[in-house]
């Protein structure tokens, strides 16, 4: 006669002997499945799928699945719905989970209510970038001669965004505020549709997210005038901030963080988190972390919910000084 013994009967017939802590969590034949509710090719899209490549070791079979559309709204509101039991997680972000709260009249999701904090992943400036086409049609070299010109020209600058409730988004609208200049927002669908618009010169400048924007720099296709966050980049030390560069108080950054369905055992939040808190600080997404400008902020469920908390009171104010709305009711989510 023979015996077959799968991992869970090895695992009830010798726990102690065997190190059953060490397999994963959930059946092979159950894969977690991470939704970024944004395009393929974006920087939450390749951050998701570096940190499900390290998680793996631990977790078994991961497969990243994109649902964009919404600003966010539709992947996020997808996982809300789900079943609490951890195969189904979101890459959240700054626009979902902070800004969209505030920015869209009604949401079908409440960002604390209806999720399960996991881990903050890290946080990336973004970047105000022309091409040198513009530079050199307009003359702009710096945030200064931007401001200058888009006084003289109002309305003449279209600048782009990965979409409503994004980081770029709120950049290009506190930078309305601050300067009174008039510029149009040109929302797209995903990071890398919004770039590919201003480098076709479709569009004239972009914040763009530093992980997306450094390989065209480095190319000189992409002129950085300055970044969003109170801190220099320390992959363009010589760029400066937005308040070095003349705008005071300017701070904004993008940030990643993984969140179930409400209401998840503790003890599957546990083990999603220690697996993924050990990815992202692993070597590898340690390099690739430094090549995107990023910082690793990996840490407990309960530091990303006070985060998440104090972002939504920190934008609700932006987005109220914005006066930027949008109307929900005129996108479809299913």
């Known amino acids: ?43 939450l899209d390749v951050t998701a799928r570096a940190v499900a490549e390290e998680a793996r070791h631990d977790l078994g079979n991961i497969i990243v699945e994109n649902k964009p559309g919404a600003g966010g709204n539709i992947g996020v509101d997808y996982v809300a719905k789900q079943a609490p039991d951890g195969k189904t997680i979101v890459m959240g972000a700054l626009a979902t989970h902070a800004v969209n709260p505030n920015l869209f009249s009604k949401l079908p999701y409440d960002p604390i209510k209806d999720f ?21 049609k307009t003359g702009i070299k710096s945030v200064k001669d931007l401001i200058e010109y888009a006084k003289k020209n109002p309305d003449a600058i279209n600048y782009a965004s990965g979409g409503n409730g994004s980081a770029g988004h709120m950049s290009g609208e506190l930078l309305k505020n601050a300067t009174g200049i008039k510029i149009v927002h040109i929302p797209f669908k995903g990071a890398a549709a919004a770039q590919m618009s201003v480098l076709s010169g479709d569009t004239q400048m972009i914040f763009d997210n530093l992980a997306s924007a450094s ?15 109170t801190f220099r980049a320390p992959s363009l030390p010589n760029v400066p901030t937005m308040a070095e560069a003349g705008v005071p108080g300017f701070d904004i ?7 179930g369905p409400a209401k998840m055992d503790p003890k599957v939040v546990e083990k999603l988190n220690q697996a993924f808190v050990k990815a992202i600080k692993s070597k590898p997404m340690a390099e690739r972390f430094d090549k995107m400008g990023a910082v690793e902020k990996a840490g407990t469920p309960a530091q990303l919910n006070d985060f998440v908390k104090a972002e939504l009171v920190k934008y609700k104010e932006i987005v109220k000084t914005s006066g930027a709305k949008v109307d929900l009711s005129l996108i479809h989510i299913s």
Do not use: H
């Not at 013994?5 to 977690?32: K, N, Q």
């Not at 399960?116 to 530079?135: D, G, K, M, R, Y």
């Not at 950054?253 to 969140?259: E, G, I, N, Q, V």
């Open 1 to 43: 006669m023979t015996i077959k013994f799968t991992r869970r009967s090895v695992c009830a017939l010798g726990a102690a002997a065997l190190g059953c802590a060490a397999f994963p969590p959930f059946a092979a034949e159950d894969p977690i499945r991470i939704i970024v509710p944004y395009p393929p090719g974006g920087p």
């Open 116 to 136: 399960t904090p996991i881990t903050l992943i890290a946080q990336t400036p973004n970047v105000l970038v022309i091409t040198p086409e513009f530079s050199q």
């Open 215 to 229: 390989a065209n720099i480095k190319a000189g296709k992409l002129i950085p005038l300055a970044v969003t966050t």
């Open 253 to 259: 950054s993008t940030w990643y963080a993984f969140f």
